[in-house]
């Protein structure tokens, strides 16, 4: 039997799927090491999408997160996930892309788990060459997706594809959580066979119950590095319990090279602030056979039921799923993973809200019918479908933009001015300088112990443990104790 080894996802998809990205730094920097001491292959840490949320709604700096972070993890890489696009929903400029990469590599970002939306290697290829520039690993994601057009054959070719780019790591990734263990079964081998050596991963969501059952599936086939969690941000949308990995693998003969009992501490910290702060805990699903035909993520049905609700219509959400599932075959059938399940997703409602197939469309919607997302992605459409989209004016507008690449200089001009930092740069092309200046603002709030993380609200979380039965604040020559 093999040793079977794990990359975490506890901080980055656990908090993704379950915590809607609301982990702040400070749940995180007090088990960093313990983390960094449990013999991870990585620990997964942030993706692109982070940033909006942590500088709009959580008011950190995301770059604070990677450095104090990286100060407590010295032994395993950290891990960022990214797309093909820097900003998830719009074309980055390529001055942009190549900046970011070398932030990350300064900050301490071993690796970059990449996705491509459609699997294209040209996708790969561009944000490899760039990540090998400055010194960051690439571990290629082989999105498994349900359609006539995602075959053996497909996955082989692609995986052939990833190969000749020698990454370091290829990951079967399951984000739609549409693999059954029979699937695995007969997936895997095809993967391995193809993949010349290179160590392949697996990576799956629990929406249908099934996520455990599919990495003990894929163990089986001889994927021996699993991506988990640690509860309570395992389960539910997120992904596979690592303790139940474990004790699975080791039941099946395996030796599991992670050291449990550290990380029952990690789960004891994350249930404790579950707890006092009222965030869902990861629980095992029931099976969904709907889940496998409109393909749509967890997360972006509860947007979808708000949204109709919001304006009255929440009982259209099973029309809305059943012409996701029209679209996404009009469109070829692209990934659900963003932004093609957002592109799909908002299609079908304007289709369903106006009662006729297409007579709105999004600006995004013709970008990618022309072509600007991709060459796969356009030459996919349904002919009929694309012509009737590319025949409006505002796709003429469009096609008129021009596609010059701004230099770096031209960038820092419109993102804040030419005294702006490289990294103050980034933040303002992910949200805007004046979001910055108010998540900075308000830092500076939480660092006088005026902000709503400032003493008073320190001492109350405090008191509102469980494990906590006194509190002691010494200044110079005073002491002030509170007892339970």
């Known amino acids: 039997m093999s ?18 990205m609301g982990m702040r ?73 190549d900046l970011w990469y070398e932030r990350m590599a300064a900050m301490g970002i071993g690796q970059i788990r990449l996705s491509d939306s459609s699997n294209t290697p040209e996708g790969w290829r561009t944000n490899m060459e760039r990540a090998r520039k400055v010194g960051i690993d690439v571990v290629i994601n082989l999105i498994f997706s349900l359609s006539e057009k995602h075959s053996d054959d497909y996955y082989a070719e692609r995986t052939r594809d990833a190969v000749k780019l020698r990454p370091h790591r290829i990951c079967l990734k399951d984000p739609g959580a ?18 010349g050596g290179i160590p392949v991963e697996f990576h799956t ?22 991506n988990a969690a640690i509860p309570p941000l395992a389960e539910s949308s997120s992904n596979p319990s690592l303790f139940d990995v474990v004790r699975n693998a080791r039941a099946m003969g395996h030796t599991p090279l992670i050291d449990e009992a550290l990380l029952q501490t990690v789960q004891a910290h994350f249930q404790e602030i579950a707890e006092r702060e009222s ?10 056979a709907q889940h496998y035909q409109h393909q749509v993520p967890g997360g972006m049905i509860s947007n979808l039921r708000f949204q109709l609700g ?14 996701i599932a029209r679209v996404r075959v009009d469109f070829g059938y692209p990934i659900m993973v963003t932004p093609y399940s957002q592109f799909v997703g908002a299609q079908a409602v304007l289709n369903v809200i106006s009662g006729q197939r297409y007579q ?55 993102y804040g001015g030419p005294g702006v930092s490289d990294d103050d740069l980034l933040l303002h092309f992910f949200t805007s300088p004046e979001q910055v200046a108010q998540m900075r603002q308000a830092r500076q709030l939480r660092g006088s112990g005026q902000g709503t993380q400032g003493l008073r609200a320190l001492i109350e979380k405090l008191a509102s443990s469980r494990s906590v039965r006194s509190i002691q604040i010494q200044h110079g020559n005073k002491t002030v104790s509170m007892q339970a």
């Open 310 to 323: 919001a304006v009255g219509l929440a009982d259209r959400l099973p029309a809305v799923l059943e012409e």
């Open 205 to 226: 969501h629990c929406n249908t119950g099934l996520g455990l059952l599919c990495s003990l599936e894929a163990i089986r086939c001889g994927i021996h590095i699993i």
């Open 3 to 20: 040793d079977i080894r794990f990359v975490d996802t506890t901080v980055r998809d656990g908090s993704q799927s379950l915590w809607a």
């Open 360 to 414: 709105q469309v999004s600006d995004e919607i013709i970008q990618y019918a022309a072509g600007r997302w991709g060459r796969e992605e356009c030459e996919s459409i349904a002919p009929d479908v694309r012509d009737k989209i590319l025949s409006r004016p505002r796709a003429k507008a469009l096609a008129r933009i021009n596609d010059e690449q701004p230099s770096l200089k031209q960038l820092r001009a419109q």
């Open 279 to 288: 965030l869902p805990v990861g629980a095992p699903k029931a099976y969904d």
């Open 25 to 97: 730094t400070d749940m995180i920097l007090p088990i960093a090491q313990r983390l960094d001491d449990a013999g991870f292959d990585a620990i997964e840490i942030m993706a692109t999408s982070f940033e909006k949320k942590l500088i709009r709604d959580l008011q950190e700096d995301p770059w604070e997160r990677l450095v104090e972070v990286r100060k407590r993890v010295t032994k395993t890489p950290l891990r960022m996930i990214r797309g093909r696009q820097l900003a998830a929903f719009q074309i980055t400029p390529q001055a942009m892309e």
């Open 178 to 195: 549409l693999l059954t263990p029979e699937r695995v079964k007969t997936l895997a081998p095809v993967v391995l066979a193809h993949a």
